[in-house]
């Protein structure tokens, strides 16, 4: 009997031997893609490639543990003020696994949407961080120029640090999601079903 | 206990999601305490087998089994829990295999024993011992990744031993080692008296000298099976399978044992060509 | 815990548990968040650059405040010219008019980014990653949950061990940096997919081992902690009372 790929089946998440090494590798994952985007000099973060990863192939619950666990490990070993942003990692993990289950990265046409979707979310859960944080900056160069001569002009902190956020990643998220969808359709169907959770 | 043995009849794999079957109506049957060679041409269903005598199959990785295995009277699956626990299993890939969680290599080691919740003392022993065997003594504080390819898989294989298992599956388990490496290798097999091995390596030489049976799958099917001698023997002109150097070189030699067969191993060539 | 270097057990530091250093790093960062003047963040300051002077550990923390130091920079420069409630000149350079509300709240913020990462430092710089593993599987999380948290430790050496490979390879080769940022990142594909297909393929495999091994087997025996800590518990307690405390107040203080 096949399983029905309801949006009911998205939420079950067990902590199972194939998601506890599927974790930590999208962390590692995380952390090769910004390296990556940090030697090229890209003018995008890439740090969430593996999060989306783990959403496509365990579900919305996988890609949050994920995206928690690499801010959090990130703040505890290599840059503290990452662990705040667990919260946008974690919201980025869910929205990828709601979108991948309804059919949204399964087309090249449809990834673009989906993208500006997961972006938006970023950029909601991000925004109140950089205030409270960094008094609205996001630490990208001509982001912060951006949010700087927006408040010259009197626009409101949070419109404009949310537009200095939002214009940030959607650069970064659009790009993300393409290459997650590039990987998602070359990887082999056995490492796919592995991954899925199929409980004999 | 002696006329225990393991039978596979009219076994059949695939795995879900595929359309090939991955082996193909293997009836073959082996005694346990024996050790059995698997050879043939890479994706020949070597692996696959290895995986259905560890459990891996249908349970971690799902699969379709058709046909009955069978340990002595019982059904394989019903007795697969608890042979588990008596099974040391060696992946292909030797760095993958360690845990991930391990500082050093003694942790490495004693991973399968403090799982199964033995005390300390017991512990130190056993992984004492196997790192003795294996030639780790010198690295017990190094971490596990520090180590060379061949190093790594001798680690792997001494984890496997360290719970003293009853039954040794190894998949191509001298890939990386050197000659040297290889050699201790094998004569540390040979010497092993109470184990049911299976191994899958492309080192005939090595396999026709310790195996009691070699079976050869070719595209999932059993192609042959019996002795070392019977077995490459009945294959020599088949391209698909490597033969040992002793039986190629009496062929070109035309060398042959007093009842017609040539000779697989370095000594019975020697025997022979003595006559 | 960046690196695997042994902690000297008998310094004060090592006595010190884990949870109970991440505790204080979420106490002192409450405490600061609390505070709403930067005179005031002076102390917490003080109190964390002293817990890692006393602990002579300070090689990682220039990398730690380098970035931020530099943020904090701009933060004074952005929010002192254009912070919405500006109205009190405090200084004037040429053209560019700095006003001291902005001044003092990005000083504030500033602060308490310092106090954030200095607590944290003492963390970083005075665990290693098997004590924090072992610490947690003793105080009660699964081996799997601890697997989940701290196996992560362990892959990030490994994947920057695989990735400067690939850029010493690439560098022989001799790729000449593109212009665009999409020919950039085509540039990475080629590369980034196979190692992204090999990591998940290694997952899979030590994934299977894991099980074969038994690692979630309930025998399990956990592991025997050789440190002596001071007061343990008790120092969880009350710790987490002062966090409480903080939330509680800084609750009360928006609220008024």
Known sequence: MEKKNSLQNVWKFKLSAATVTLIPAAVGINYVAKAFAEGLKLPLWLGSLGTFLASMLAGPIAGAISGFINNIIYGLTLSPISTVYALTSIGIGIAVGILHARGWFASAKKVLPAAIIIALVSAIISTPLNVIFWGGQTGIAWGDALFASMIAKHVSIWIASFVDEFVLDLLDKVVVAYLAFLIYKQMPKRMIYFFKGNEN | MASRQIALKNLSVQYLGFEDWVLKEITVFAPVGAKIGLVGPSKGGRSTLLNLFAGIIPKIIPAKIKGKVTLGDNDYRDLAPELRKTTGVVLQDSASQLSGLAD??????????????????????????????????????????????????????????????QFLLLDDPTSQMDPV?????????????????????????????????????????LAASGTPQAVFNQLKDDPLVAKPTSLELAKRLKIKRPDGSYPVTASELKEAAGK | MIGQAAIDQSKWYAKVDPISKLLLIAGFTLASFVISQPLLELPLLAATALLIMFSRKTKGLWAMTAFSLFLIMTMLLIQGLFWPGNHTLALKAGILLFYQEGLTHALLLGCRILVIIFSTCFFIETTTISENAKYLEAAGLSYKQVYVLMSVCYILPEMKQNLQKIQLAQRARGIVPAKSVWSRVEMIVPVLVPLIIKTFQMAINRSISLQLRGYDSPERRKPELKQEYWLGHKTHLALSLICLFLIGGKAWLLVK
């Open chain 2, 104 to 165: 050093s290599v003694y942790d490495e080691l004693a991973f399968a024993l403090v799982n199964r919740g033995l005390d300390p003392l017991t512990i130190q022993d056993r992984v004492a011992a196997v790192a003795s065997q294996f030639d780790l003594e010198d690295y017990l504080e190094q971490a596990p990744t520090a180590l060379s390819g061949g190093q790594m898989q001798r680690l792997a294989i001494a984890s496997a031993l360290a719970l003293n298992p």
């Open chain 2, 181 to 221: 490496g290889r050699q201790h290798f094998f004569s540390w097999l040979k010497q092993q008296k109470d184990q049911t091995v299976f191994i899958a390596s492309g080192e005939v030489d090595d396999l026709a000298e310790v195996c009691d049976q070699i079976w050869v799958l070719e595209a999932g099917r």
